[in-house]
């Protein structure tokens, strides 16, 4: 159950990065975003 909140977030923001305009500045936040949430399923 408690997964379910992090992998939902990856996934929106995989979608988020996807939709916006490429930026490397953009894509830093968005790596660190999948990085706190990989780290709170573990």
Do not use: T
């Amino acid at each position: 159950m408690m997964q379910a909140h992090p992998v939902e977030s990856l996934a929106l923001a995989r979608v988020y990065a996807s939709v916006r305009p490429p930026s490397y500045a953009r894509d830093e936040e968005v790596h660190g975003i999948l990085m706190s949430a990989a780290s709170q399923i573990d």
